[in-house]
């Protein structure tokens, strides 16, 4: 997959060790305040912040801290392997710029260092993932700045929250937006950051959603495939009537709607294509009783169609016993060794008590497989 370039300039990585158990809270994002006199009681949301620029802001140099992250079961540091993928490492990153954190979607290029992403509460984030005998080791040059809108203004000054989803081809970017059900489009490849968007066309359904369950992942289908030109677009929790997910498939050549069987109260976190072309979808479920969960699934492809029930094997699952946090974040890229590595970042909510981690796996195919089996003999 082609990927917008991204320019860059700043470089920091911390080195301390933490394998504190994550704690996982999502926190309402309406609130209701009381106000006095004439006004009376109203809802106001959460994000709406008077004191945040309602203009263009520059980007800005942010410094990010990263903690190592060398065992994804800290009950068990030497297991390497889990369900079909292997740990390569991870980071627990930190920041003290304010805006730093709430990280939903994101895209790494096929050099497997360059990285965009947005955070929900309308920001861009780009920069450079350093790597240390082929683990992630800190974040290198990252920029921070407002997603803007078509006139130019940040997205919290048209009242549009919860940016959660990203797909890019070439120099074009999508970001989907939970809130109001609308995805937009950006020319990132021209404008980098300050590129502005604008709302593309999406379907009738779209209205439907529940408002805080909309859309979670974006996916741009390359060309060299039947659904080339295709943007697909999983909504967190839009269940149709057999309770299984709704999911889209926008402009291409066969534009329509397709369902992903839900089990187990998992919903969709993010998807991601493999650059074997099969789907992946993250998925997170999260219960008093049962904690936090996440789970990737791999779905064929050429399975999805107008009007089909697909399902695919899961390659993961981890609880609270591993290294994982709200999971949102998902990203695919191939190494020049042939590695397909998968890059997860979680969403810490903006909550002192959730985590920024970043996680990275290796497909074990096959034939990896079965040479790690004749090593072991």
């Known amino acids: ?15 301390a060790c933490s394998h504190t158990a994550p704690a996982f809270r999502k926190p309402g994002k309406w609130v209701v305040a009381a106000l006095s006199g004439a006004l009376g009681l109203y809802a106001i949301s959460a994000f709406a ?19 190592p992250i ?19 490492g991870g980071i627990e990153l930190t920041s003290a ?23 929900d509460q309308g920001r861009w984030l780009r920069g450079r993932i350093l790597y240390e005998r082929g683990q992630p080791a800190g974040i290198a040059d990252a920029e921070m700045a407002p997603v803007l809108g078509p006139d130019g203004k940040p997205f919290a000054a048209r009242r549009w929250y919860d940016t959660e989803a990203l797909a890019w081809d070439g120099g074009t970017v999508y970001v989907g937006i939970e809130r109001v059900h609308q995805i937009v489009r950006f020319d990132y490849g021209k404008h980098g950051l300050l590129a502005r968007g604008q709302p593309i066309a999406v ?48 402009g291409g050549p066969t534009p329509g709607a397709f369902a992903i069987k839900r089990s187990d109260e998992f919903d969709i976190g993010d998807a991601a294509l493999l650059p ?22 791999r779905i064929a492809l050429g399975a999805v169609k107008p009007g089909a029930l697909v399902d695919g094997r899961d ?20 190494t020049p060794s042939g590695d397909t590595v998968l890059t997860l970042i979680s969403d810490d909510n903006f909550s002192p008590i959730q985590r920024t981690v970043l996680l990275q796996f290796t497909l074990m195919s096959d034939d990896r497989e079965r040479t790690t089996e004749d090593r072991r003999r």
Do not use: C, W
């Open 1 to 15: 997959m082609t990927e917008p370039a991204a320019s860059s300039s700043h470089q920091a990585a911390g080195t």
């Open 49 to 67: 912040d008077p004191t945040k620029p309602r203009v263009a802001e520059p980007p800005v140099r942010v410094e990010v801290q990263a903690r």
């Open 70 to 88: 060398t065992a994804f079961e800290p009950r068990d540091p030497s297991r390497r392997r889990f369900g079909q993928l292997e740990f390569r």
């Open 97 to 119: 710029y304010k805006e730093f954190g709430g990280i939903s979607g994101l895209r790494v290029a096929a050099d497997g260092a360059r990285f965009l992403a947005v955070t």
């Open 203 to 250: 379907p009738p359904a779209f209205k439907l959603f529940p408002s805080n369950k909309s859309i979670e992942g974006l996916v741009f289908v390359p060309k060299g495939s039947p659904l080339a030109g295709t943007l697909m677009a999983f909504p967190e929790s839009a269940l149709d009537a057999n309770g299984n997910h709704q999911a889209f498939l926008i």
């Open 276 to 297: 074997q072309g099969d789907l992946l979808i993250l998925e997170r479920r999260y219960s008093m009783l049962r904690g936090v969960a996440m789970r990737l699934r």
């Open 315 to 334: 390659l993961i699952f981890a609880d609270m016993g591993s290294q994982i946090d709200n999971m949102e974040a998902l990203a695919a890229h191939r």
